[in-house]
């Protein structure tokens, strides 16, 4: 079954640095892959899709990357705020493909002033 | 902007009590899901429902589960007879169509803690 795996549970940086989250997956080859904020006892928010003729996407201080040969996305937030910190899903569409999303467990991002 | 609904925001059943989720989805929007999300884990697609059917559902999904579109605006996911480990974060989502990549639109969930 497909595997999604997102690098690191906690990633800490200082205010106006870039973050850079990473989504790996296997067993799969999505014809898109989107990110989603969560903030504590909130649902997902969507923030970007992908898709996978895409190589990478842009809105705002976002961008991300998507690479299908090594199975893997990047989402950098460049000049990042303490209001940044949350934790960012990875979502792929099922194997089915259909979209009930695949949720990767996410990385919490904390954006230190 | 318009959003997706959830009541209510935290529900305390006892085991083996029925519970019923509600959710207005956003209004044009005509695919609704249900997620959960068990404290401390990622998020987890439970059933998918379009056109007043299920159209997809996991393995989580089991017979104690069912949702239903009772009027025009409503979606809700009932349990029969809830057990502890069925405590969790339920969000609702919904999107205007199934297929082309379109994003979805969550609530902010209801908490549901069984004693």
């Known amino acids: 079954s497909q595997k999604i795996e997102q690098n690191s549970e906690a990633l800490n940086i200082q205010e106006g640095k870039t973050a850079t989250l990473t989504c790996n997956y296997t067993?799969?080859?999505?014809?898109?892959l989107q990110w989603y904020r969560q903030d504590p006892g909130r649902g997902p928010v969507f923030l970007l899709l992908i898709r996978e003729n895409e190589k990478e996407k842009r809105k705002e201080r976002l961008k991300v990357t998507f690479d299908t040969t090594l199975k893997q996305s990047l989402f950098h937030i460049t000049a990042s705020q303490p209001a940044d910190s949350a934790t960012y899903l990875c979502a792929l569409p099922s194997s089915s493909g259909n979209t009930p999303l695949v949720f990767g467990k996410g990385t919490r991002l904390s954006v230190i002033a | 902007e318009p959003e997706v609904t959830q009541t209510p925001s935290h529900q305390v059943t006892q085991m083996g009590q029925e519970v019923i989720l509600r959710c207005v989805p956003i209004?044009?929007?005509?695919?609704f899901y249900w997620y959960r999300q068990i404290l401390g884990q990622k998020v987890e697609f439970l059933v998918s429902?379009?056109?007043?059917?299920?159209?997809?559902k996991s393995e989580i999904f089991d017979d104690q589960f069912s949702v239903e579109r009772p009027d025009g605006s409503n979606f809700t996911l009932k349990i029969r007879s809830t057990k502890l480990e069925d405590s969790a974060m339920y969000f609702c989502?919904?999107?205007?169509?199934?297929?082309?990549?379109?994003?979805?639109?969550f609530g902010d969930g209801t908490r549901l803690s069984i004693l």
């Open positions: 209004s044009n929007h005509l695919y």
């Open positions: 989502a919904s999107s205007d169509r199934m297929k082309g990549n379109q994003p979805q639109h």
């Open positions: 067993n799969y080859s999505p014809a898109y």
């Open positions: 429902f379009y056109n007043n059917e299920i159209s997809e």
